[in-house]
């Protein structure tokens, strides 16, 4: 499963993409509003600090300027991968711009017959957003079982980003299920890492090591 952070905060990209662990980037217009940043700019810098796919997202809602849009966006780096709502003119527009050999994320995903749809649309990604789903009483996570039922029934190449993503639970169930990509806020990736008795364990040694007095020569 590859793990992507969900920010366009430049420092928190940097500590997530020191664990040698990140696989990549998503943003969306309020992630970048919220860094307080100019678009292009901070996306070249994200570009140029990770590897993998740095979601851009067009914000034009008619085909024609998304594909302007998207023109500018794909000229800032070769990992830039166009972030497209999932609306008839996003699917026009990913249509057009994969067949050309563009990465393209299809965001705002809430159904399996949309996620079909973008598979068909030939998306690279595809965002169905948990949390939001949870939040308004439907199950994510059912939605991210039915897609990848979908999606193999027709070997659809499609891969699913699992978006919105409010907490480590989200995370396993979406393993569980087989989904292809978590993309999470910097502190839910944190929360990966940790477990009380991985802590617990460590201060124990530790303490059982200092009467040893010894040392573990470094150099
Ligand atoms: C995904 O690409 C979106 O940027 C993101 O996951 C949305 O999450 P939110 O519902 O926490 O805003």
Not at 198 to 204: C, S, V
Request: contains cysteine.
């Amino acid at each position: 499963m590859k793990f992507f952070v969900d920010t366009a905060d430049i420092a928190d990209i940097k500590e997530m993409a020191d664990t040698g662990l990140l696989d990549g980037v998503t943003t969306n217009p309020s992630l970048i509003a919220k860094s307080g940043r100019d678009f292009m700019e901070v996306t070249k810098e994200i570009c140029d600090l990770v590897d993998g796919p740095v979601s851009a997202e067009v914000v034009a809602l008619d085909h024609e300027t998304m594909m302007k849009e998207a023109e500018t966006l794909r000229k800032i780096a070769d990992n830039v991968c166009i972030k497209v709502p999932l609306t008839i003119d996003g699917l026009k527009t990913c249509k057009k711009l994969t067949a050309d050999g563009t990465q393209v994320n299809v965001t705002l995903c809430f159904s399996a017959n949309q996620a079909l749809l973008a598979a068909k649309a030939g998306a690279t990604f595809v965002s169905p957003f948990v949390g939001r789903h949870d939040d308004n009483g439907f199950d994510g996570m059912e939605l991210i079982a039915d897609i990848r039922r979908i999606y193999d029934n027709y070997d659809f190449g499609t891969e699913i980003l699992v978006a919105s993503i409010r907490n480590p639970v989200h995370v396993l169930q979406s393993a569980r299920i087989g989904a292809d990509v978590a993309t999470m806020p910097p502190a839910v990736i944190k929360g990966l890492f940790k477990h009380v008795l991985t802590d617990k364990g460590i201060e124990g040694f530790v303490a059982d090591w200092e009467k040893t007095g010894q040392t573990i020569p470094t150099s």
